[in-house]
């Protein structure tokens, strides 16, 4: 876990947040506090809503009821006549280059190659200037591995590369806080440690992270804070050991089940080797 480095100071704040599509809630009254230098990660079922309530607060998707705050900030809105009012499309994008992505697809441009992929949004985006875009892309391209794919193409590298990739652009703006939407879920088995590794080193630098994960080795060993999710609730929230070892609801003891001969003490999954990722 990351305990030294986790401080008092609340970087994300989500309150009361509801989502629907259509007649289906998939978000009920959720709350969630992240802490700087703290890796929340959020377990639950498939359809539970874990998913969701990362891109609501990238502001992927509208909400109906609720706010999110980022540094004390409204998400998504301002105070306008005594209430608030959406924000433009510019001011959100100026708002979620405080806040690096991670999907569980890895979304990069065929026809670029891994240093545009990387350098290019920066630009676009940020209007950083290209010779520091392409800079700080091979700085990172070093960090997660790929020193040596800079001029590759998405279609000549691994799913596991690929999210790699994906994750230096997430980081190429110096984010305030990283979302990861199951970053290991689209990649075959052999190649889940590799992507693991990179997030490990993200907690070793004391990144402010919300990691949606399957992978419950990971969530108990390097998480601060794990919370359980179902049907658009909260179910249970608080330190790995009390979510893996002390489960209060029916509910969470027998999503642990499934897993039992991963998670707990007779078994663990090893750490892989480190790649000593810089943010």
């Known amino acids: 876990m990351n305990e030294s480095t986790a401080h008092d100071q609340e970087v994300l704040q989500v309150r009361g947040l509801r989502k629907s599509f259509g007649d289906n809630e998939v978000l009920q009254g959720v709350d969630l506090t992240v802490r700087e230098g ?27 009821a609720g706010a999110m705050f980022l540094d004390g900030v409204l998400l998504g809105y301002e105070q306008h006549r ?26 990069l441009f065929p026809h670029w190659t891994v240093l545009e992929n990387i350098a290019r949004p920066h630009v676009l985006s940020h209007g950083v200037d ?23 193409h998405p279609r000549e ?17 110096g984010p305030r806080i ?3 939407d199951e970053p290991t879920s689209a990649l075959d088995p052999e190649l889940v440690d590799e ?26 060993q390097m998480g601060d804070h794990v919370v359980f999710m179902d049907q658009g609730r909260v179910i249970e929230q608080g330190a790995p050991a009390d979510i893996f070892e002390r489960p209060q609801s029916e509910r969470l003891r027998g999503f642990l089940g499934r897993f039992r001969g991963t998670v707990d003490g007779s078994a663990e999954v090893p750490l892989v080797e480190s790649t000593e990722v810089g943010a």
């Not at 800079?135 to 590759?152: E, I, P, Q, S, W």
């Not at 590298?157 to 703006?173: D, E, F, H, K, Y």
């Not at 630098?205 to 949606?212: E, S, Y």
């Open 195 to 220: 992507v693991l590794s990179v997030l490990r080193d993200l907690v070793g630098l004391g990144m402010t992270m919300v990691v949606v994960t399957h992978e419950m080795a990971f969530a108990r």
């Open 82 to 107: 005594g209430g608030v009012r959406p924000l433009t499309d510019k001011a959100v994008a100026h708002q979620r280059r405080h806040m690096g992505m991670v999907f569980q697809q890895f979304n």
């Open 38 to 64: 703290e890796v929340v990660v959020v377990i639950g079922p498939s359809g539970s809503g874990k998913s969701t309530l990362v891109r609501c607060v990238h502001q992927l998707e509208s909400i109906q």
């Open 130 to 152: 290209r010779q520091t875009a392409e800079d700080r892309a091979l700085y990172l391209l070093d960090k997660v591995g790929l020193a040596d794919k800079a001029g590759a």
């Open 157 to 173: 590298l691994s799913g596991g590369q690929q999210q790699r990739v994906a994750i230096a652009r997430a980081l190429a703006p």
């Open 178 to 180: 990283m979302l990861f």
